[in-house]
Nanobody
Framework: QVQLVESGGGLVQPGGSLRLSCAASGFFFSMYTMSWYRQAPGKERELVAGITSSGVSGVSTNYADSVKGRFTISRDNAKNTVYLQMNSLKPDDTAVYYC?????????WGQGTQVTVSS
């Protein structure tokens, strides 16, 4: 059974930093692209960042324009964990953040972790 468990969310001041973790199990973690999405109240869920498996071209990452230069996605295949380092946080970053993987043509989500950026 695919399981994704996010952690690391919380309340942070604007300009602050937070690191989210997603612990994965139930699949061959190193073979799959992992992603972080977020969903703010009243908004559609949106892709924040993705990181590929290691291939001939190596690991690649992608980011939403709104977080480029501030967020960094990484993975530790030995720990079956993907991370999202979030720096220079803004109130607009407030959302529930979800870990994601597509496995056997099915989309799996973690339970989500709340990130609130506020003074």
């Amino acid at each position: 059974q695919v399981q994704l468990v996010e952690s690391g969310g919380g309340l942070v001041q604007p300009g602050g930093s937070l690191r989210l973790s997603c612990a994965a199990s139930g699949f061959f973690f190193s073979m799959y692209t992992m992603s972080w999405y977020r969903q703010a109240p009243g908004k559609e869920r949106e892709l924040v960042a993705g990181i590929t498996s290691s291939g001939v071209s190596g690991v690649s990452t992608n980011y939403a324009d709104s977080v480029k230069g501030r967020f960094t996605i990484s993975r530790d295949n030995a720990k079956n964990t993907v991370y999202l380092q979030m720096n220079s946080l803004k109130p607009d970053d407030t959302a529930v953040y979800y870990c994601n993987v597509v496995w056997q043509s099915l989309t799996y989500w973690g339970q989500g972790t709340q990130v609130t950026v506020s003074s």
